[in-house]
C-alpha cells in the first residue's frame, strides 16, 4: 500500500491493485507457455540450421607442407663475384659500384647465395624467356616437393 512518504500516491495504488490483480509469477508462466508452445520449435528449427549449415562446409585447409627452392650449385654467387660482376658493369662509375658493395655487404647475403643465371653472366641479359624458365624451375621444383612430401597429387589440390 501506499507510503505516506510519497507525493504520487494515486499512482501507487493503481500499480498495487494491477499486481493484485495479475500476479508477476502467473504472468511469466503464460508467457513461457507461448513461448514454449509457438516459438519454441521455431527456435530449435534455427538453431539446427545453423548448426548443420556450419557443420556441412568443407573445411578450408591453407597450408598442408611447404617446401623451399634449393637451386643447384651452378646458382651460387659469393659476394666477391657478385661485386667483380658490379665492377666490371658499374666500371665507369665509382659512386655505382660502392653503393652495390654497400648493399651487398648489408644484405647479409653469403657464399650461400644464389642468382639467376640471367644475372651471373656477364653482360647481364635478363629476358623475358629467362625469367619465364627461372619461374617454372622455381615453382615446379617447389610445388614437385611438395607433393613428394605429402603424398598428394595435383588433382588433390582445389582453388
Known amino acids: 500500500f501506499p507510503s505516506p512518504h510519497t ?32 516459438y519454441m520449435p521455431i527456435f530449435v528449427f534455427v538453431f ?16 598442408l607442407d611447404y617446401a623451399c627452392f634449393k637451386p643447384p650449385p651452378i646458382y651460387r654467387a659469393p659476394l666477391p663475384s657478385c661485386l667483380e660482376v658490379a665492377y666490371m658493369f658499374f666500371k665507369d662509375n665509382p659512386r655505382l659500384v660502392r653503393f652495390h658493395r654497400r648493399v651487398l ?4 647475403l653469403g657464399s650461400e647465395t644464389c ?5 651471373l653472366y656477364f653482360p647481364p641479359d635478363p629476358t623475358m624467356e629467362d625469367a619465364r624458365d627461372e619461374a617454372r624451375l622455381v615453382i615446379f621444383s617447389a610445388i614437385d616437393e611438395v607433393f ?12
Do not use: C, W
Request: no cysteine; hydrophobic share 30%.
Open 115 to 119: 642468382l639467376p643465371p640471367a644475372i
Open 148 to 159: 613428394s612430401k605429402t603424398g598428394l597429387g595435383p588433382e588433390d589440390v582445389d582453388i
Open 105 to 108: 655487404e648489408r644484405t647479409g
Open 7 to 38: 507525493q504520487n500516491s494515486k499512482t501507487q495504488i493503481v500499480l498495487h491493485k494491477n499486481q493484485a490483480k495479475y500476479p508477476l509469477p502467473q504472468k511469466m508462466e503464460v508467457t513461457l507457455e507461448n513461448f514454449q508452445d509457438f
Open 48 to 63: 539446427l540450421a545453423i548448426f548443420y549449415y556450419y557443420k556441412s562446409r568443407p573445411k578450408p585447409i591453407y597450408l
